[in-house]
């Protein structure tokens, strides 16, 4: 079973310019999450997605953040502008979600730096 | 909502010796309990899990108990070896709703040779 892909691996922008990363969930996983994860943090999840819907995006900074997951399998998460703070690696995770034995399988993750 | 709490933030172990980290959680509805190591650059990946119908779970060298009473949980890993060192994290899953995660902070622990 092929797991979690992302990309890209590492990213380098400049303040104030637009980033988007992208993410193919494990297939038949009906969850995704995005996590933001700081260097010596646990990762802190950004947006869940149920399918296509966006159920838990209470933490998404809404103003510069945005994603989306259109056919309900893969997702894009968008940064505009970029703020240095915002250096982080981005985690994506995906679940089968059906019930309580299914676990999140992690991707890889994209590393961001913002200069 | 939910809150883990992890520690210790680091520990260094000789190679051969045990090493134990320990959670704590708020949320007496959480139900589901799993640990993840990560090594450096390298994705998090689930080493061993936990039920709230079970008070210990065994692997090999891995094990995890739980005390719903005190609302803690640990990761217990005997005959430590090099390649144990990495960056642990444990996470807490709440029984309305499992597709929700909340990780604690990280145990980075090194196995000195």
């Known amino acids: 079973e092929a797991g979690v892909v992302q990309s890209p691996r590492y990213k380098i922008i400049e303040k104030k310019q637009p980033v988007a990363f992208w993410c193919n969930p494990i297939?038949?996983?009906?969850?995704l999450y995005w996590y933001r994860q700081n260097l010596g943090q646990g990762p802190e999840l950004l947006i869940r997605?149920?399918?296509?819907?966006?159920?838990?995006d209470s933490q998404l900074p809404k103003d510069r953040f945005s994603a989306e997951r259109l056919k309900g399998v893969d997702s894009t998460l968008k940064i505009q502008p970029a703020e240095l703070g915002d250096s982080a690696v981005y985690l994506c995770?995906?679940?089968?979600?059906?019930?309580?034995?299914?676990?999140?399988?992690f991707g890889p993750g994209t590393r961001l730096l913002v200069l | 909502g939910e809150n883990v709490e992890q520690h210790p933030s680091t520990l260094s172990v000789q190679e051969g010796d045990s090493a134990v980290i320990k959670c704590t959680y708020s949320?007496?509805?959480?139900?589901?309990f799993p640990w993840y190591k990560q090594e450096l650059g390298k994705r998090p990946q689930l080493i061993i899990d936990?039920?709230?119908?079970?008070g210990e779970k065994k692997d090999q060298r891995i094990a995890v108990t739980l005390n719903k009473t005190a609302k803690h949980f640990s990761l217990h890993i005997t005959e430590t070896q090099p390649e144990d060192s990495a960056v642990y994290f444990c996470?807490?899953?709440?029984?309305?709703?499992?597709?929700?995660?909340?990780f604690g902070s990280g145990t980075k622990l090194n196995v000195k040779p």
């Open positions: 995770a995906s679940r089968r979600g059906q019930g309580a034995r299914e676990t999140q399988y």
């Open positions: 297939s038949g996983h009906n969850t």
């Open positions: 997605y149920e399918n296509e819907e966006a159920v838990d």
């Open positions: 949320d007496s509805a959480s139900n589901y």
């Open positions: 936990i039920r709230s119908n079970v």
């Open positions: 996470a807490a899953s709440i029984r309305d709703n499992f597709n929700k995660f909340y």
